[in-house]
């Protein structure tokens, strides 16, 4: 593994996590609304105003503002309850849109410097104009964000949003991950030594699933400590009580606990490091579709056009990225990662049962493997052609006066 590429994938898999960004920015709207709020009362520049006039406005917007943050944040509740139930009940996408924690994080900061500013006025006889007008020009600001953040969720209950949201993360994803080409020999690399005699670390909490694994601290470690980390499970995976996290082998004084504090946990997948979760929304929201209660053929179709896109996108990348070394190039932290066989069958397995009663569906589903055999590596080929012909047997089988051979794409 290519320096650059170490950097790029340390990076991803060593960021902090979405909610200690959000946390953070409402932290930081806060602390400057109160900064703000205590310094332009003291301005002397521009007209004045009556202090009491401008204190009870900057009262009024703020207190404004929050009340109408309040009720828009709790009509979007319904608009995530609705995309739970049409779609699949793991889509979070809206949830998770960064607009959403930074509009309340900025409408937070309005409220504060309002309340801190009309405190900060006093009994004073004037203050310069300057301060109501910023107060104004903010909560202009914060309708804006409100009207936007309003806009993404009505997009985020229409089918073609919430699959293009899918891929467009998902091609992030992928594009951070598997920056390098396909090779055949590189793929049959053998696995890294382990050490006799490892170590395991367990999981000892509640049921959670692993969200994100801190590769670049477990590497300095494992360097630090002269020792190989081996996981066996991977972002994605759900966790219990006993369940075998790693094992460490070799070195010595490497405390499970500092193990555990670079793993975090939640009750719910995530797209920081699982690239396997858009495949399983995809396919999630066809085989809802296909479902004898909705039966709608035509989502699941939409449902497998980007599907196609993702797989063919994934056709001819290195998928072995698991193995991340030190800076010695000696491998110190190892992570199971989905090959090729895993990602089809996520995308595929499931909707060729389902799709047996639809042929509309499964002509889809078949086209869809027939030109994804045809970009195949030979090494992957059979993996696509044994479910394509899985597929034209079902086919043949179940709708066998409309069924026909494959067409060349």
């Not at 779609?87 to 900025?106: C, G, K, N």
Request: charged content about 20%; glycine content about 8%; some cysteine.
């Amino acid at each position: 593994m290519r320096a650059p590429d170490r950097r790029r994938r340390g990076s991803l898999f060593g960021r902090p996590t979405r909610a200690v960004r959000r946390d953070l920015s409402q932290l930081i709207c806060a602390v400057l609304g109160l900064l703000l709020g205590l310094a332009t009362p003291m301005m002397s520049a521009g007209p004045r105003v009556d202090a009491g006039r401008a204190a009870n406005l900057l009262f009024t917007i703020g207190f404004g503002v929050i009340s109408l943050v309040s009720i828009i944040y709790s009509m979007l509740f319904l608009v995530v309850q609705f995309s739970a139930g049409a779609f699949t009940p793991r889509l979070s996408l809206f949830r998770d849109e960064p607009i959403v924690w930074r509009a309340f994080a900025f409408t937070v900061g309005v409220f504060v410097f309002c309340v801190t500013s009309g405190l900060s006025i006093g009994v004073g006889r004037s203050v310069s104009a300057l301060v109501p007008c910023l107060a104004m020009l903010a909560s202009l600001i914060a309708i804006g964000l409100m009207r936007a953040l309003q806009m993404k969720a009505f997009g985020s209950i229409q089918l073609g949003h919430a699959l293009t949201s899918i891929c467009a993360r998902a091609h992030r994803l992928f594009d951070d991950l598997y920056d390098q080409p396909y090779a055949p020999g590189r793929s049959a690399r053998p696995p890294p030594e382990d050490r006799p005699g490892g170590t395991p670390v367990t999981w000892s909490g509640p049921a959670a699933v692993v969200l994100r694994i801190d590769v670049r601290a477990l590497v300095a470690l494992a360097e630090e400590h002269d020792c190989t980390i081996a996981f066996r499970v991977t972002p994605g995976m759900p966790v219990w009580r006993g369940t075998v996290l790693a094992e460490v082998s070799g070195g010595g004084g490497l405390r499970a606990s500092t193990l555990l504090g670079a793993v975090a946990t939640g009750p719910e997948r995530t797209f920081d490091q699982d690239p396997d979760l858009p495949f399983r929304l995809l396919a999630d929201i066809a085989l809802r579709a296909l479902s004898p209660a909705v039966n709608d053929p035509g989502t699941a179709a939409e449902s497998m056009d980007r599907t196609e896109d993702l797989l063919t996108r994934l056709v001819d990348r290195e998928l072995d990225i698991g193995r991340f070394p030190d800076g010695a190039g000696r491998t110190r932290v190892t992570i199971p990662v989905p090959d090729w066989e895993q990602y089809v069958a996520t995308a595929v397995d499931e909707l060729a049962f389902a799709a047996a009663g639809s042929p509309m569906a499964l002509r889809r589903l078949r086209d869809l493997l027939a030109r994804l055999e045809q970009r195949c590596p030979a090494e992957r080929r059979a993996v696509v052609r044994e479910r394509l012909r899985r597929v034209d047997r079902t086919g043949a089988g179940a709708h066998p006066l409309v069924w026909a051979a494959p067409t060349a794409p």
